[in-house]
């Protein structure tokens, strides 16, 4: 049962009551809400506050409504934090570092993680990223936007391995920041290394250590290619 409301601005009150309830464990994805009149009754509030809570929520990602079928919990919650996360950076005019270093937390120990839970099924998966990476470079005019598709999924395939779901909700949640920063790093590395066999080496040799269940050498590879990008921004911007 919901609790009784009494006091201003009730529909944030009644929108923290639906929040701690999903917290809690009492409301699950895909979970349908009771009808506005129940809610109301239920928290004793006006109906308009009800549906003020309910359009506040849908705007937050957190609730959808079905027309005809009533009100019910999100299945990809994660989903919704992706845009707020973007704007924080761009209000905040987020500089490369801001991304870099929220990369090499969560890249350098997701590998580690990665290395340790990963299954002969994880290892086919992540090589055929590994091959198609491959086979994309062999070709003389490559197709730089389906390389930089693969270079995003290989890590988010680590962040799946990782088999922690707050990881993977991380690594989704920041994965318009990273194809954005992932698209940058591409171009500059290139532009100072000349090489694109250097990016697939870097990515070959972090799937080497995985492959073999090997943290430490995860680790270090992620590591060497984390160093590799942060030196190609010094170097371009100085």
């Known amino acids: 049962m ?38 109301s009754e239920q928290m004793s509030v006006s109906r308009t506050s009800i549906r003020e809570a309910i359009r506040v929520l849908e705007t937050m990602g ?34 490369w570092q801001n991304v870099l270093e929220l990369r090499e ?36 005019k490559y197709n730089s936007k389906k390389i930089i598709q693969l270079d995003q999924r290989f890590h988010n395939k680590i962040a ?16 318009k920041l990273f194809k954005r920063f992932i698209e940058d790093a591409r171009e500059k590395i290139i532009e100072n290394y000349r090489d694109e066999e250097l990016l697939f080496e870097n990515h070959r040799r972090i799937y080497e250590g995985i492959s073999k269940n090997d943290p430490i050498l995860a680790y270090e590879e992620m590591k060497r290619h984390m160093e590799n990008i942060r030196e190609s921004y010094i170097k371009t911007i100085g």
């Open 2 to 39: 919901f609790v009784n409301i009494s006091n201003k601005k009730v529909y944030e009150l009644v929108i923290e009551q639906i929040q701690d309830k999903i917290l809690n464990g009492e409301l699950k994805k895909g979970d349908k809400l009771p009808s506005e009149r129940e809610l």
């Open 62 to 95: 957190v609730v959808e409504s079905k027309q005809g079928d009533g009100n019910f919990i999100c299945t990809n919650i994660e989903k919704s934090l992706i845009e707020p996360l973007s704007m924080v950076f761009k209000l905040n005019e987020g500089t």
């Open 105 to 140: 937390v969560l890249e350098l120990q997701t590998v580690k993680i990665a290395a340790i839970k990963a299954t002969k099924e994880d290892c086919k998966e992540l090589k055929n990223i590994i091959d198609a990476m491959r086979k994309e470079n062999s070709v003389k």
């Open 160 to 175: 799946s391995i990782s088999k922690n779901y707050l990881i993977e909700s991380v690594f989704i949640t920041s994965s």
